[in-house]
């Protein structure tokens, strides 16, 4: 563990860190679905 990093805010930073890679994940399954969707209409 960090050690001048009280645990409260380690778990609140990973916690944000956490949501902010889910979000591109996210963003990027939508992308490519999206993607997916405009091949197979013919465009």
Do not use: H, S
Request: charged share 20%; proline share 2%.
């Amino acid at each position: 563990m960090y050690q001048g990093m009280p645990d409260k805010e380690y778990y609140r930073r990973r916690r944000w860190r956490n949501y902010a890679l889910g979000g591109v994940l996210l963003g990027l399954v939508v992308l490519f679905f999206f993607i997916t969707l405009a091949r197979m209409g013919g465009g």
